[in-house]
């Protein structure tokens, strides 16, 4: 059984907060860890802020659509907007390795999406970017510093 959830987001970088709670919420239903949570919300953050910052020409109100769904273990979102064309994958990984002061601005939130999914795609759909990310449900990706404490660990007295 394939579970769905499509929310519709306009062109402005509040709309990240209420996109946030229903990740959260999607991804709880789904009993993924918490981590898992957090790294689907961080990259639709990353995805969603380079949209509205550079997708438009104009100043008008513009839908993002997020589908997110769970099939077969998997957690996957797909973000939709008809922005300029765009393929973030095409664009060369930053280097890394370089110190703060000698690295670009730029490139690196692609970067972090494409490390923390299994697998990201992107296709041109009519005048639609279409670009899917997917992560399987590893309980082992429960970290206790995005997640609830370890044994042993949170308030003392």
């Known amino acids: 059984m394939i579970d769905r959830r499509e929310v519709v987001l306009k062109n402005s970088l509040i709309e990240i907060e209420r996109l946030s709670v229903v990740v959260d919420e ?11 949570a957090f790294k689907f919300n961080l990259a639709l953050d990353e995805i969603i802020t380079n949209i509205v910052d550079y997708a438009f020409d104009d100043d008008a109100e513009h839908e993002i659509h997020v589908i997110l769904c769970c099939t077969d273990g998997c957690i996957q979102a797909e973000v939709i907007d008809e922005g300029r064309s765009y393929n973030p994958l095409a664009a060369a990984d930053p280097d890394v390795t370089l110190s703060i002061e000698d690295r670009p601005i730029g490139g690196l939130g692609v970067y972090f999406v494409r490390q923390m999914m299994d697998r990201v795609d992107y296709r041109r759909d009519g005048n639609r970017n279409c670009l899917r990310f997917a992560r399987r449900i590893d309980p082992a990706d429960e970290s206790p510093e995005h997640g609830d404490p370890a044994p042993g660990e949170g308030m003392r007295d």
């Open 26 to 36: 999607f991804c709880q239903s789904h009993c993924a860890p918490t981590d898992l």
